[in-house]
């Protein structure tokens, strides 16, 4: 019938879409940022769990849909037809399948996220560098703990003007070895998000969250704030360059020659509350 070639003409257009839109390397990659491939250790198991995780879903719809259409062809009203179909109130055997099926995939993503986000988080093996990342309103600093040095940034000036992004805090990584990141924060809760590493941890107030990452691909990665954290959160941005190791030790020299030994510890963290006799709270102190 007309309808029925128009319902296949449809079927065959979406397939073709989809297989032509498999073939780009956007596709290929889940549409995830362009520098994410190889970037660091993590970023190809992240790319392949996002990547199953929509294919699975896709191969859902794509039975449903086939149902629903199937449904509406062969079971349509025809002329002539009085009666309406035997209606049945239970059926066991489709009513187990799509509560076994559901749970089954379920259970096999969760199984598969479990294992994925164990690799990402474990920390158990020994870093060749440790760095702590704190965030402060609005800015971070970076606490370089492996060579006793540190860099303390200041809250961005967005003019739109070029060479700006130049001008961001920036967190040196050496390409090849395995780095330990901690993350905290100075007062308002924040969130480190490098969208090229495809990594975003949060960095809660009085918690300290800690991750492992090989950088494996030199280049600089843009950072950000990730976590609604007031007035200028806009403006927390950073850089974060993947460097060999013999520029890294460059720029740890660089740093010490600058006068920017040590680190920069809670004691630099402003009392931001105090309470007083009526119950309410005040800002007592502010950072940089």
Same mark, same amino acid.
């Given at each position: 019938?007309?309808?029925?070639? +128009?319902?296949?003409? !449809?079927?065959?257009?979406?397939?073709?879409?989809?297989?032509?839109?498999?073939? $780009?390397?956007?596709?290929?990659?889940?549409?995830?940022?362009?520098?994410?491939?190889?970037?660091?250790?993590?970023?190809?198991?992240?790319?392949?769990?996002?990547?199953?995780?929509?294919?699975?879903?896709?191969? %859902?719809?794509?039975?449903?849909?086939?149902?629903?259409?199937?449904?509406?062809?062969?079971?349509?009203?025809?002329?002539?037809?009085?009666?309406?179909?035997?209606? @049945?109130?239970?059926?066991?055997?489709?009513?187990?399948?799509?509560?076994? *099926?559901?749970? %089954?995939?379920?259970?096999?993503?969760?199984?598969?996220?479990?294992?994925?986000?164990? #690799?990402?988080?474990?920390?158990?093996? #020994?870093?060749?560098?440790?760095?702590?990342? %704190?965030?402060?309103?609005?800015?971070?600093?970076? &606490?370089? !703990?492996? /060579?006793?040095?540190?860099?303390?940034?200041?809250?961005?000036?967005?003019?739109?003007?070029?060479?700006?992004?130049?001008? @961001?805090?920036?967190?040196?990584?050496?390409?090849? #070895?395995?780095?330990?990141?901690? @993350?905290?924060?100075?007062?308002? =809760?924040?969130?480190?998000?490098?969208?090229?590493?495809?990594? +975003?941890?949060?960095?809660? $107030?009085?918690?300290? &969250?800690?991750?492992?990452? %090989?950088?494996?691909?030199?280049?600089?990665?843009?950072?950000?704030?990730?976590?609604?954290?007031?007035?200028?959160?806009?403006?927390?941005?950073?850089?974060?360059?993947? *460097?060999?190791?013999?520029?890294?030790?460059?720029?740890?020299?660089?740093?010490? /020659?600058?006068? =920017?030994?040590?680190?920069?510890?809670?004691?630099?963290?402003?009392?931001?509350?105090?309470?007083?006799?009526?119950?309410?709270?005040?800002?007592?102190? $502010?950072? =940089?």
């Amino acid at each position: 019938s007309p309808r029925s070639r +128009k319902l296949a003409v !449809t079927a065959a257009a979406l397939v073709a879409a989809t297989a032509l839109a498999g073939c $780009s390397e956007e596709a290929q990659r889940g549409f995830l940022p362009e520098s994410a491939p190889g970037a660091t250790n993590h970023t190809d198991t992240i790319m392949s769990l996002w990547n199953n995780s929509w294919i699975a879903a896709l191969a %859902v719809g794509v039975l449903v849909w086939g149902l629903l259409l199937w449904c509406i062809v062969a079971y349509r009203r025809r002329k002539g037809d009085n009666e309406l179909p035997v209606q @049945l109130r239970y059926h066991v055997p489709l009513e187990l399948m799509y509560t076994f *099926v559901p749970i %089954v995939m379920v259970g096999v993503l969760f199984a598969y996220t479990s294992r994925s986000m164990g #690799e990402i988080l474990d920390t158990s093996a #020994e870093p060749d560098v440790e760095i702590e990342v %704190v965030g402060k309103r609005w800015s971070w600093d970076f &606490n370089y !703990t492996s /060579d006793d040095v540190h860099y303390s940034g200041v809250q961005a000036n967005l003019t739109g003007e070029t060479g700006v992004p130049e001008t @961001l805090p920036t967190l040196y990584l050496p390409e090849g #070895e395995l780095v330990e990141i901690s @993350l905290r924060t100075r007062d308002v =809760n924040h969130a480190f998000w490098v969208p090229g590493f495809l990594m +975003k941890l949060d960095m809660i $107030s009085g918690r300290t &969250n800690t991750f492992q990452i %090989v950088p494996e691909k030199t280049g600089v990665y843009e950072g950000k704030c990730a976590e609604l954290c007031g007035e200028y959160h806009a403006s927390m941005l950073f850089n974060v360059e993947v *460097v060999t190791p013999e520029e890294y030790d460059q720029q740890m020299a660089a740093l010490a /020659d600058q006068g =920017n030994t040590g680190v920069r510890g809670p004691e630099y963290d402003p009392q931001y509350f105090t309470g007083n006799n009526d119950g309410e709270q005040h800002q007592e102190g $502010s950072g =940089n």
